[in-house]
């Protein structure tokens, strides 16, 4: 009887060990699950850009070819960026951000935008610079300094 309940207690014993192992591995596992969120919420700030650029041309982009929206650095403008690139004609340089959530009225405000135009560096807040960011700063809001980010909507 004694050694059926040894038996016993060095397999519980195993059990627990094999559990807190589990455990520690989905405690490491968590913080991998961020990196895929703030993926799509990357994609989801560049598609809102790619419309803002859009919605920013008198004739909506042009060319035979598609336009392109580059992150902003903070102290050039976007004349400058766009020219740097194959993509040399400078559009618009849009700032937008949008609030975490689903709206709940018509009245409420979902996000904000900007146009500071293409020959100006405009304000020039590192923290508007999407290339400087930490990846989880797409989750901070205006009480974190986090107003939006800016882009250069750019043509060939």
Excluded at 31 to 37: F, R, T, V
Excluded at 147 to 155: L, N, V
């Amino acid at each position: 009887r004694r050694k059926k309940l040894k038996n016993q207690i060095s397999a519980l014993g195993s059990t627990i060990s094999e559990l807190k192992a589990r455990v520690a591995a989905l405690e490491v596992a968590e913080p991998i699950q961020a990196k895929p969120d703030e993926d799509l919420a990357w994609q989801s700030l560049h598609m809102a850009a790619a419309a803002a650029c859009r919605g920013s041309t008198a004739s909506g982009g042009s060319g035979s070819w598609g336009n392109a929206v580059l992150a902003k650095e903070n102290s050039r403008s976007c004349a400058n960026v766009c020219a740097s690139t194959k993509f040399i004609h400078c559009d618009a340089d849009v700032s937008i951000s949008g609030y975490y959530g689903k709206a709940e009225s018509y009245e409420q405000r979902l996000g904000h935008f900007y146009n500071y135009g293409c020959q100006a560096p405009g304000n020039t807040n590192v923290k508007f610079d999407e290339v400087k960011a930490d990846g989880g700063d797409v989750f901070k809001d205006i009480d974190e300094g986090h107003w939006y980010y800016r882009f250069c909507c750019c043509r060939k």
